[in-house]
């Protein structure tokens, strides 16, 4: 009785096989990411100090450290974020909380799908004609911050909407039928309960803004510049500033003899801190999920 | 509203669409003062809908236009002087799922203060007194009164919906508006419900929505039967059950449809 038949041994060889299959190709998955961080860091060992953070690079790049760099990437990603973040969030309350469907939020949502998915050199020469000519800006650490708002911003907006449409429908009842305004029910009631889902949409954002080179190319990142080592006001908001992305491009492919764990220390940096960026994201929501209930 | 008008809602000939589809058609309806008046129909009857006109919220949920007229207390609540956060101030709903907000008990009850009064005006001795009598008058209180700090949220679902109720008091409603209010409940606690409806009507209107007929029969006073959108009867509670006047409304209570 209950012994296995054919057909049987035949299915359970194939849920097997399936099983595999989907195993490997998470690994594979994983993996890679694995390998590249190792080998960064493996690379980039006999170069990580503090002194590498705290150094300007020097002797045409090809010593010192990346001082310099790292401060116009934090700059440029803190700028660009404080930009876009009240206008994306902003923007998608309304769409979210006010707006009726109609023709007008329907283009809206159409242009902000379509600008997320616009490629960054575009953003970049958007940023040029708008911020740096068109405005007489110039080339600054402010256009390019500007130029790469723009670039997050779509993104901020659909994460921030998705944010909102996920507390119930019910509070909002609740709020309404003891006559709280519109206003009032946001602020008491839905920005509360979606507030991690927001932050956690716009800090994800930073990696995006750090690790752009285009769109900062043209708007506002310069080859070299020294500044004051160790200063975190060294850059003001219409100069010129170096960042890391375009640094790792520069000395990995346009100075000759740069020696080989200078870029992949600028690699680690670069990573390391998107991933400390995103790692307060995960905390942040973590804290802020284990206080809200329903 | 300078008569005190004898009943609480009146509406002429009401319509309502969303979109294309005609929910309400003709609605004419007089709710009295001071009584529980029970909504019954088969799902789709537009009795929710109807509900919902009391107090203008179907307007939060979309493509909604109507014609016809509705009074409460008198005043026709389409007339362009009436502020609809008055209105709900005076016209409050319970749901089917209690929907307490994620906050303290505390808060849930004073948030129509809070909603509707400046921060500075807002004495503590108040608060403290708004959410004694509010729960008191619920019968939560001698409950919750060493637990009002507690998230509202993580109480059983009969004090939730207790609590619900409890949250339009502090806002002297004249109407509660009832959508389903026990369907989420189990036995014991929907007859816990009733009871405190029975309590509060006489100093409340109480229009409730209904699935259940032998609810309509336990509660109400007064009893309303919709089918498709138009109103076919309205009749003591006894009488509409006993002695039913329309034909689709002896059928429905026989239980031949729906």
């Keep these: 009785m209950f012994e296995i038949s054919a057909h049987t041994r035949r299915k359970r060889r194939a849920e097997l096989l399936a099983r595999g299959i989907f195993l490997s190709m998470t690994l594979l998955m994983v993996l890679p990411l694995l390998l590249i961080l190792g080998f960064l860091i ?25 001082w310099s760099p790292l401060l116009g990437s934090i700059y440029l990603v803190f700028i660009s974020l404080v930009i876009a973040t009240p206008i994306g969030v902003l923007a998608a309350v309304y769409l979210n909380e006010y707006a009726r469907e109609s023709w007008f939020t329907r283009v809206v949502n159409l242009a902000v799908v379509n600008l997320a998915g616009v490629p960054s050199i575009v953003h970049a020469l958007f940023g040029l004609g708008a911020f740096v000519l068109f405005m007489h800006i110039g080339k600054s650490i402010l256009a390019a911050s ?30 309404w039928n003891v006559g709280a305004t519109r206003w009032q029910t946001i602020r008491h009631v839905v920005l509360p309960n979606s507030i991690s889902g927001i932050l956690t949409g716009v800090i994800l954002q930073v990696s995006r803004a750090a690790g752009e080179t ?28 170096m960042t890391l992305s375009m640094h790792l491009f520069t000395i990995s492919t346009q100075v000759p003899d740069v020696p080989d764990a200078l870029p992949y220390g600028t690699a680690v940096v670069l990573l390391g801190m998107v991933l400390l960026v995103n790692a307060v994201a995960i905390v942040l929501r973590v804290y802020l999920r284990s206080r809200k209930k329903w | ?162 609590l619900c109720i409890a949250r339009l008091l502090p806002l002297k409603p004249d109407i509660i508006l009832m959508d389903e209010p026990c369907s ?66 002896a059928d429905y209570i026989e239980g031949r449809y729906g």
């Design chain 1, 42 to 66: 493996w690379k980039a060992l006999p170069i990580l100090s503090l002194d590498f953070i705290l150094d300007n690079p020097s002797k045409g790049m090809r010593a010192g450290g990346i």
């Design chain 1, 214 to 241: 285009a769109p900062i190319m043209f708007t506002g990142a310069v080859f070299f510049k020294a500044i004051e080592e160790g200063n975190l006001f060294a850059y003001g908001l219409f100069d010129q500033c």
């Design chain 2, 1 to 162: 509203m300078s008569t005190p008008a004898q009943h609480s809602i009146e509406t002429r000939d009401l319509n309502l669409w969303y979109g294309d589809f005609q929910a309400l058609k003709g609605i004419s309806v007089c709710i009295p003062r001071g009584q529980i008046t029970g909504l019954i129909g088969p799902s789709g009857c537009g009795k929710t809908t109807l509900l919902r006109c009391f107090n203008r919220i179907n307007e939060r949920y979309g493509d909604v236009r109507t014609t016809g007229e509705i009074d409460v207390l008198g005043q026709n609540i389409y007339a362009p002087e009436v502020s609809l956060i008055e209105l709900r101030k005076a016209v409050g709903m319970v749901f089917q799922r209690p929907n307490p907000l994620p906050i303290s008990v505390y808060e849930n009850v004073i948030f129509g203060i809070r909603v509707h009064s400046e921060r500075k005006n807002l004495k503590k001795s108040d608060l403290d007194e708004a959410v004694e009598k509010a729960l008191s008058e619920v019968g939560l209180w001698e409950d919750l009164k060493d637990r009002l700090n507690v998230r509202a949220t993580s109480l059983q679902l009969e004090q939730q919906q207790k």
């Design chain 1, 146 to 175: 500007m130029t790469l708002a723009i670039m997050t911003m779509p993104v901020i907006i659909a994460s921030t909407k998705e944010a909102l449409a996920s507390v119930p429908i019910s509070f909002r009842e609740a709020c």
């Design chain 2, 184 to 249: 989420a409940l189990d036995v014991e606690a929907t007859l816990h419900i009733e009871d405190l409806m029975l309590t509060l009507a006489g100093r409340y209107t109480i229009v409730i929505v209904t699935h259940n007929m032998a609810q309509a029969r336990r509660v109400s006073h007064e009893c309303s039967f919709m089918l498709m959108g138009e109103m076919v009867e309205t009749a003591r509670t006894q009488d509409l059950f006993l002695t039913p006047r329309d034909a689709r409304t």
